[in-house]
């Protein structure tokens, strides 16, 4: 597995082209990523959730998640992040809703001073997913989370 590196100037690259000319959007990628870029990323994966994301507090909500985890080393990061995405990719669902949804429960969780980590999250979204495959919910998987989050709150 390739590891992903991104310097300074590829950090500011990214951040104009997610910005699309907004200078206050792009300081705002640009804080996030650069915590996105101090994670032991495969370029696959880096690139695969660079390409996705929509919103900074997307990858902070993924990076945040991932801060949490304890024990994760570099190769166990890569293999984690890795089974993410294929299961991601087996529900058939974009990614984007994916990255969505954790930037949903990532506000939950600091309007209520709490933190969880990427496992947990994870365990919440698929959840949701798994519910609103049941017909629990309506809209994308960021309004089901939302709606699991108001119902039942979270646990993790």
């Given amino acids: 597995m390739e590891p992903f590196e991104l310097n300074a100037e590829q950090q500011a690259h990214w951040a104009r082209e997610k910005a699309g000319g907004i200078q206050s959007h792009e300081l705002r990628w640009q804080q996030a990523l650069k915590s996105f870029s101090q994670?032991?990323?495969?370029?696959?994966?880096?690139?695969t959730i660079l390409g996705a994301a929509r919103e900074p507090d997307q990858l902070d909500a993924l990076v945040g998640f991932l801060a949490q985890e304890e024990n994760l080393d570099a190769a166990a990061s890569a293999k984690l992040i890795q089974e993410w995405l294929d299961r991601v990719d087996d529900t058939g669902l974009p990614l984007l809703d994916w990255l969505e949804?954790?930037?949903?429960?990532?506000?939950?969780?600091?309007?209520?001073?709490?933190?969880?980590?990427?496992?947990l999250a994870s365990g919440f979204v698929?959840?949701?997913?798994?519910?609103a495959g049941m017909g629990y919910g309506f809209g994308r998987l960021p309004d089901?989370?939302?709606?699991?989050l108001e119902e039942y709150g979270f646990e993790g």
Avoid at 101 to 119: D, I, N, P
């Fill in 144 to 148: 089901v989370v939302l709606q699991m």
């Fill in 126 to 131: 698929a959840c949701s997913e798994e519910a």
């Fill in 39 to 47: 994670l032991p990323w495969t370029a696959n994966a880096a690139e």
């Fill in 101 to 119: 949804s954790y930037a949903v429960l990532q506000r939950y969780l600091q309007a209520h001073g709490r933190k969880t980590s990427f496992t």
